[in-house]
């Protein structure tokens, strides 16, 4: 019998073939011309203008990024009984719609139709319109980057790929549709595709296959428009067979992934909203129960710039329930590398768009697709008052099968968020019964739970959902062998999974750590430290035009602000930021920051002017924490946040014998090649050095798959220490000493500093390197004596401990990790840190030296990876790295801002504006109110993992303080804020951080 049926399953394979042919009948061909943009892409109106030659089918076109007009003429028989459908095919190559050749259709008034790609190629002419029609195809050339794998290519930037023309166009017809023929085959495809994944033995797979061979027989080859009725019957009990009463409950919701850039630059991005997006709303007029869940911001401003027809019509869907803003924000960032205050700038201006275009905010997170996610999500989604968080990506995981798939997520700070990864492992569902199975079987909280959520369409380039998913979610919603489908909207989903299981569902506790992709905490490091550097910046440049505008009735340019933030949070893109996409992306990315640095900077120049303190002879120290500075320095240096400041003053000098060099504090003795070969604590009289440190090394890097995303663990089994010198040499003045170190490697230098300052328990490393390799990956090492449990790296709004060992394999799994501007590794009573200006990932590897188990933390300083852009990251890199020998974690706090903080030259001391009473609390923000008011808003946290209580003083005039939303509304979900003596008190339990609205007289 299963020999039977399996040769039953293979007739019906070679009879979709067969009925798929009948779809469309009677092919008409229409005329083409063409027209070639010259450069990038031009108006509707400018290439309307143009003269267009005539094309002939079967041409080449297209040379990589080159943007070609068509027009397709035709005449329409308004007689014809049947539906007429245009069908085009420029010269698909496979069938992913988001990753080659793709265009857009409009009616010769410059009317958006729909857009053409693989597996959505037709479009259905209107039953009204008659006569000669001409309809212009707006059609890219965009190449195929992964079309050789994993391979470099010269083909991701338009700068260097190549001039050969990528594409044939090989149909342009007007075919008649055949609806017998459309309805039999996803009668056949349904029942074929569950019978082949259900149990051979299965009663069910015999009673499909059974009518399967019936209806085959019943179908004429020779006239299969006139005899799929016949086979429609015979399938149709098969159909019509409800789902167990026990079977898993989907709830789909359309879907389109497009990410902003990766293998296409920014700009093609903007078009392919306009493609996908035209295509859902000609979806939704074909299929009135259809649904569509949309995030990002970024792209809804870019379809009402470039397309504002196609967002009327976008309003006009969400107004009547088919169109779902999802997400809330800017773009679906890292989740990673952003700063706390730019994840919440990406709600906060996201949701501000959402408000204003839709007249709605978004009711969870909903980020399918970066690479791990920060253990302050939860608090931030619950400060924006979201209820909800999803995505898929953690399915990713190489080594650990996540165990839940709705459970509550529970954040740095004690924060709860109920939280689904969608059991189908991707947010691109087909609808396919091999994936609703798959969902089914899946489902990790099966017997207490029993719903989940299937985003269906295609992803990433974009597409969208299509007519042939919607075919299948209407045979699949209730059918014997399935689990039941329903078209739901994501809240509608998450009410009921709530409703279900939210007394009951597990807790998680802490980061959701991808097993995966953890090249990206380092790979095209100038973008991560351009990101870190427009980060401060602009936070000095709010902090300053505040002082401006309360000090000296300034304008304060919030509409600036915002909008440099918004390309800021562009930028953060889960491919972007990651340095994950193709030269084009990266090339632009650099010179886009480069561009707004420069802006910020000028405007914080324009800041202090405005407040009238310009001039030189004092810093104002643009940061929450105290500072550190040279003994001898006779620079005053005010801090803005807080009254706290620590003395500069110190009796001891620096001294050197040789290679040794004494502070007072420490005794460092420098090697012969430059590492370090000791440093002594001299008041624990503690050798803090195991092995020898300051250590460059480089391992070899090439990844199964995935190079700029991965660091396969096999990277460390080769090693290559850089302890060859070009020269060493020590420069010597009152303030410090330092040695200068040039090393060459390779195609590569490295020039690097070390300065030992009087008194100073912190060393400070400042690296120039010129780098050139690829396939490498380079480490610094700094081996130390101590044991420690744990690293400590800092978060957003805190920081996390995570074990040093390897006991299961959870922890075997994280042998790349990320911090932002500190971490530092612990016995209980003794600490080194390690601060940087623009450097994430680090690992930290125990070893045994001499029966003592010692600890070495190692940052990840530059990779080379060749796909999907060959080009790296090369040239000059300039990083900063302070180690701190028996500090603490505010010390290690302190110094991470100091190096990455600016202060900034003025005439004369500056009153603070806020002084701040509170161990272990820090004012990360301060900014006037988006409303205009005039208010200042203050966002601070606690910093340490302590309860504290804080006294927030300013130092003029207000009416009132409380605490509020990120939207900087009252709410309840903030933390307590009471206001009295013209101060606001706030009680925050650990890494919990408030936004604070002080209400000007």
């Given at each position: 019998?299963?020999?039977i ?19 469309y ?5 229409v ?7 010259p450069g ?14 005539p094309?002939e ?13 068509f027009?397709l003429?035709?005449?329409?028989n308004?007689n ?16 992913w ?5 793709e ?9 958006i139709l ?8 037709a ?11 001409t ?7 965009n190449?195929d ?8 290519t ?28 459309w ?8 029942l ?5 994944n259900l ?8 009673q499909?296959?059974?009518?399967l ?5 019943a179908l004429n080859?020779a ?15 098969e159909?019509?067979?409800?789902a167990?009463?026990?079977?898993h409950?989907?709830?789909?919701i359309?879907h ?6 990766w293998?296409w ?5 903007v ?11 000609w979806?939704a007029?074909q299929?009135?129960?259809f649904r ?16 504002p027809e ?15 803003p999802?997400?809330?924000?800017w ?6 590398l952003?700063s706390?205050?730019?994840l919440?700038?990406?709600l ?6 959402f ?5 709605q ?12 996610y920060t253990a302050?999500?939860?608090q931030?989604?619950a ?5 909800w968080?999803l ?7 190489q ?6 798939h709705?459970?509550?997520w529970?954040?740095?700070d004690?924060?709860?968020?109920f ?11 087909v609808?396919?019964?091999k994936?609703?199975?798959h969902?089914?079987k899946n ?8 719903h ?7 992803g ?17 919603r209730?059918l014997d062998?399935?689990p ?6 994501p ?5 009921t ?5 939210a ?18 905490f380092?790979?095209?490091a100038?973008?991560?430290f ?5 980060e ?8 300053l ?6 000090r ?6 919030n509409?600036?602000l ?5 390309e ?9 930021l990651?340095?994950?996409s193709?030269?084009w ?8 920051y480069?561009r ?7 405007s914080?120049g324009?800041?202090?002017?405005a ?31 807080s009254?706290?400041?620590?003395d500069?003053t110190?009796t ?18 420098f090697n ?5 070969g000791?440093i ?5 009289n503690?050798?803090?050095?195991g ?12 990844p199964?798959?995935?190079?700029a995303?991965d ?12 302890r ?6 020590w ?12 090393r ?15 008194g ?13 390799e690829?396939?490498?990956?380079l ?9 420690a ?9 805190g920081h996390?401990?995570?074990p040093t060992?390897?006991?299961t ?9 990320y ?9 209980p ?6 601060a940087n200006?623009g450097?994430?990932g680090y ?7 001499d029966g003592t188990v010692?600890?070495?933390?190692r ?9 999907p852009?060959?080009?790296?990251d ?20 302190e110094?991470?801002y100091?190096?990455n903080?600016?202060s900034?030259?003025v ?8 002084r ?11 900014k006037?109110?988006?409303?205009g008011?005039?208010?200042?808003i ?9 309860y504290?209580?804080?006294r927030?003083t300013?130092?003029?005039?207000v009416?009132?303080a ?10 309840s ?5 009471s206001?009295?003596d013209?101060s606001?008190?706030?009680r ?11 209400v000007?007289?």
């Amino acid at each position: 019998m299963h020999a039977i049926d399996s040769l039953t399953l293979d007739r019906i394979d070679r009879l979709l073939k067969l009925v798929k042919e009948r779809i469309y009948t009677d092919p008409v061909p229409v005329t083409l011309r063409a027209w070639e943009a010259p450069g990038e892409p031009v108006s509707f109106d400018e290439a309307k203008a143009q003269e267009f030659v005539p094309f002939e089918l079967g041409s080449p076109w297209g040379k990589a990024w080159s943007t070609w007009w068509f027009t397709l003429t035709f005449t329409v028989n308004g007689n014809s009984e049947r539906p007429r459908e245009l069908l085009i095919d420029p010269g698909f190559i496979g069938d992913w719609p988001g990753n080659q050749s793709e265009g857009l259709l409009r009616l010769s008034d410059g009317t958006i139709l729909k857009a053409v790609n693989p597996q959505n190629y037709a479009w259905r002419i209107p039953s009204d319109m008659t006569g000669e029609v001409t309809v212009y195809f707006e059609a890219a050339a965009n190449p195929d980057i992964m079309a050789k794998g994993w391979v470099p290519t010269n083909q991701g930037d338009r700068l260097t790929s190549s001039d050969d023309a990528l594409y044939t166009f090989t149909r342009a017809e007007v075919a008649t549709f055949n609806h017998e023929a459309w309805d039999l085959y996803f009668d056949l495809e349904v029942l074929h595709g569950l019978a082949r994944n259900l149990d051979p033995t299965s009663t069910r797979r015999a009673q499909i296959v059974a009518a399967l061979d019936r209806a085959a027989s019943a179908l004429n080859p020779a006239n299969v428009l006139e005899s799929a009725d016949r086979a429609r019957q015979i399938l149709r009990p098969e159909l019509e067979r409800h789902a167990a009463s026990s079977a898993h409950h989907l709830h789909a919701i359309g879907h389109a992934h497009i990410d902003c850039a990766w293998l296409w630059p920014l700009r093609e991005t903007v078009r392919k909203t306009a493609r996908t997006f035209s295509n859902v709303l000609w979806l939704a007029e074909q299929y009135p129960d259809f649904r569509f869940a949309c995030s990002s911001a970024q792209q809804y401003r870019w379809v009402k710039d470039h397309y504002p027809e196609l967002m009327g019509r976008i309003k006009d869907a969400v107004a009547r329930g088919q169109w779902v803003p999802v997400g809330g924000m800017w773009v679906e960032p890292d989740g990673n590398l952003p700063s706390g205050e730019a994840l919440v700038r990406q709600l906060l201006l996201g949701q501000k768009l959402f408000l204003e275009e839709f007249g709605q905010r978004c009711e969870g997170m909903w980020i399918p697709d970066s690479f791990g996610y920060t253990a302050a999500y939860p608090q931030i989604a619950a400060q924006a008052e979201m209820q909800w968080f999803l995505t898929q990506k953690i399915s990713w995981n190489q080594t650990n099968k996540f165990p839940h798939h709705s459970f509550w997520w529970e954040g740095l700070d004690g924060t709860r968020l109920f939280t689904h990864f969608c059991p189908v492992d991707c947010y691109d569902s087909v609808v396919e019964p091999k994936e609703l199975l798959h969902a089914q079987k899946n489902f990790m909280d099966k017997g207490r739970a029993s719903h989940s959520l299937l985003p269906f369409g295609h992803g990433d380039g974009g597409g969208g959902p299509m007519r042939a998913m919607m075919e299948r979610l209407h045979r699949s919603r209730d059918l014997d062998g399935l689990p039941t489908v329903t078209i739901d909207t994501p809240s509608d989903f998450f009410a009921t999974a709530m409703d279900e299981y939210a007394d009951d569902a597990q807790t998680w506790v802490g980061e959701l750590y991808l097993e995966l992709h953890r090249g990206t905490f380092t790979s095209e490091a100038s973008i991560k430290f351009g990101n870190r550097r427009c980060e401060a910046a602009l936070h000095a440049a709010e902090y300053l035009w505040s002082v401006a505008a309360i000090r000296a009735g300034a304008t304060y340019p919030n509409d600036q602000l915002n909008e440099w933030w918004r390309e800021v949070l562009l930028l953060q893109f889960h491919d972007i930021l990651p340095g994950s996409s193709i030269a084009w992306v990266h090339r632009e990315a650099r010179e886009a920051y480069q561009r707004l640095l420069g802006e910020i900077n000028q405007s914080i120049g324009d800041a202090v002017a405005a407040a009238g303190f310009a001039g030189t002879g004092h810093k104002l120290n643009i940061s929450p924490a105290s500072r550190r500075l040279p003994a001898a320095s006779s620079i005053s240096v005010t801090a803005p946040y807080s009254t706290t400041t620590r003395d500069v003053t110190c009796t001891q000098n620096v001294t050197r014998d040789g290679n040794t060099v004494s502070n007072g504090v420490l005794t460092v003795r420098f090697n012969s090649d430059g590492t370090i070969g000791s440093i002594i604590d001299e008041e624990k009289n503690r050798e803090i050095i195991g092995q020898d440190a300051n250590l460059f090394v480089l391992h070899s890097d090439i990844p199964n798959m995935w190079d700029a995303w991965d660091v396969d663990r096999f990277y460390l089994e080769s090693r290559r220490e850089l302890r060859d010198l070009d020269s060493f040499e020590w420069v010597e003045d009152s303030d410090a000493c330092t040695a200068r170190i040039h090393r060459r490697f390779n195609d590569s230098t490295i020039t690097q500093t070390v300065t030992i300052r009087p008194g100073s328990r912190w060393i400070d490393f400042e690296q120039d390197i010129d780098w050139h390799e690829k396939e490498v990956f380079l480490k610094w090492e700094f081996p130390t004596t101590l044991h420690a449990p744990a690293s400590q790296a800092e978060i957003q709004f805190g920081h996390v401990n995570r074990p040093t060992h390897e006991n299961t394999s959870w922890e075997d799994a994280k042998f790349e990790l990320y911090a932002h501007r500190w971490l530092r590794i612990a016995e209980p009573n003794y600490g080194v840190s390690i601060a940087n200006d623009g450097t994430y990932g680090y690992d930290v590897r125990r070893s045994v030296v001499d029966g003592t188990v010692c600890t070495t933390p190692r940052l990840s300083v530059l990779r080379g990876p060749q796909f999907p852009d060959p080009t790296g990251d090369p040239g000059i890199h300039r990083r900063r790295w302070s180690v701190g020998v028996g500090t603490d974690t505010s010390e290690a706090i302190e110094s991470g801002y100091a190096l990455n903080c600016a202060s900034v030259e003025v005439g004369a001391e500056v009153e603070p504006l806020f002084r701040v009473e509170g161990e272990g609390v820090y004012l990360e923000t301060v900014k006037l109110a988006e409303d205009g008011s005039g208010d200042v808003i203050v966002r601070a946290y606690e910093a340490l993992g302590n309860y504290a209580h804080a006294r927030i003083t300013p130092t003029f005039e207000v009416a009132d303080a409380y605490a509020t939303n990120i939207y900087e509304e009252p709410s309840s979900v903030a933390p307590s804020v009471s206001f009295g003596d013209g101060s606001a008190h706030v009680r925050l339990s650990a890494f919990k951080f408030v936004t604070i609205r002080f209400v000007i007289s």
